[in-house]
């Protein structure tokens, strides 16, 4: 089975990165923790992308790729779903948006889904008007919520690379609320689109970071507030670190992949800790029952 596994602790982070053979090392970690729950974290579906290269405005392939997520989903039960953001490559075109949300509309009900903005959702200035948009095409561009022993929350990170102040500003007294809320849970998990950093916290400023000022503010404010873990997309193929003092976890995407494959994050959350797989597609388990990915 193809993954590449990320294992995280809430007292210690990201503890290793786990290969195949180092399977029974997991399987020790099940057995002491005890199993809780699964759920599954999607980024990067981006409709449209795969034809912006090929000068064509065909999304066959990102409808083929997001079916095979939604399959797998309704196949594997999770308790709910993250998708974390570039639902399309052109937030203009509406039947990028339409084919969008027809797909996601065949995930069965009983699960829910909890989306934010990607950059190509609602523009890399992140305007007001781009965000009104975004909320009257996809619903809320944040959201909070608990399951079980976990708090979940999402935010529109597109704000703070832009340095959108007032709606970031807002944002940001709405997420210290919601981390407040956060501390009678065992775990906390915050998602956004943007990566924090991609490789190290001191790291230059690029298009697929946070600036080192922001950086800096958000790795902070997590760490007060003891953030098990960070999801987010964006780079169209999967990363993790921990050196920063928060476990930081990249899905590679639903869609284009620009290394490796398109696939998802299956993140188990059990006594010990939360653990964050990325699986292609053509590699998946054929069972993720009580956090037990088998």
Not at 141 to 163: H, M
Not at 169 to 194: D, F, S
Not at 216 to 239: C, M, Q, W
Request: with cysteine; aromatic share 10%.
């Amino acid at each position: 089975m193809k993954r590449r596994t990320f294992l995280l602790s809430a007292t210690s982070g990201c503890l290793a990165l786990l290969l195949p053979n180092q399977a029974s090392a997991i399987e020790g970690l099940r057995k002491k923790g005890g199993a809780e729950y699964s759920f599954i974290h999607l980024s990067d579906p981006q409709f449209g992308m795969f034809g912006s290269f090929e000068k064509h405005r065909s999304f066959e392939k990102e409808t083929r790729l997001m079916q095979q997520a939604i399959d797998a989903i309704n196949r594997l039960r999770p308790k709910y779903v993250l998708i974390t953001g570039d639902l399309v490559h052109d937030r203009n075109n509406l039947a990028q948006v339409d084919e969008y949300k027809r797909l996601t509309a065949l995930i069965d009900k009983k699960i829910p889904v909890y989306e934010v903005p990607g950059n190509h959702d609602v523009g890399n200035d992140a305007t007001t008007d781009n965000v009104e948009q975004y909320k009257r095409n996809f619903g809320a561009d944040r959201f909070s919520f608990s399951y079980k022993n976990t708090y979940i929350i999402g935010i529109n990170t597109n704000l703070i690379w832009a340095g959108n102040t007032p709606l970031e500003t807002e944002q940001t007294l709405w997420l210290q609320k919601e981390l407040k809320k956060g501390q009678k849970y065992k775990y906390r998990i915050v998602a956004g689109h943007h990566p924090i950093y991609v490789n190290q916290p001191d790291e230059k400023k690029t298009y697929e970071n946070l600036t080192p000022e922001k950086r800096t503010e958000y790795l902070e404010l997590f760490r007060n507030n003891k953030v098990d873990i960070y999801l987010s997309g964006h780079l169209h193929f999967p990363a993790s670190d921990r050196s920063a003092g928060v476990p930081l976890c990249t899905a590679g995407a639903v869609g284009y992949p620009i290394r490796g494959k398109s696939g998802m994050n299956i993140v188990s959350v059990t006594d010990a800790g939360v653990k964050a797989s990325f699986f292609d597609f053509d590699q998946l388990p054929q069972s993720i029952d009580k956090g037990i990915i088998l």
